[in-house]
């Protein structure tokens, strides 16, 4: 059976890599992963939603359309600014996004705090599996993305880190 750090390092691995589809089996264990660009979804979701909305008021649909469109491509920029300068801590897996290791015990980490490449940021609930996730660079927390308890997805940023 597979640790979830070995895991985490085939996800990482697979992610970095130019390969589209992985398969990975041994001893009645099998993972599959699928890399579909998760950046694209979100746009897709914002257009739909008019779309859906459009038969019950026709006049009010374009203006949704014009607003989605600028704020993705604002968003886009602000991504890329964001990308020269700071390390993104992301999820490794779909789950549940806790800032604590308990509900009565104070945050891993806040904005400014200083971290270590071991240093445990959060805990990702998936399937009843508490995962810690670790920092991965050495640097300072800027800013963080998700809120205690938000659901979030495969490779979706959690915290955004300066580097040292």
Known sequence: MLKVQEI???????????????????D??????????????????????????????????????AEAKPAVEAASAKEVAVDENLHKITSPMVGTFYASPSPDEGVYVTVGSKVGEEDTVCIVEAMKLFNEIAAEVKGEIVEVLVKDGQLVEYGQPLFLVKAE
């Open 8 to 26: 985490r390092e085939i996800v990482r691995l697979v992610d970095n890599s130019s390969i589209q589809e992985f398969v990975f089996e041994q």
């Open 28 to 65: 009645g264990t099998k993972i599959e992963m699928k890399k579909t660009g998760g950046a694209v979804v979100v746009p897709q979701v914002a257009v739909q939603a008019p779309v859906v909305e459009a038969p019950k008021a026709v006049e009010a649909a374009p203006a949704p359309k």
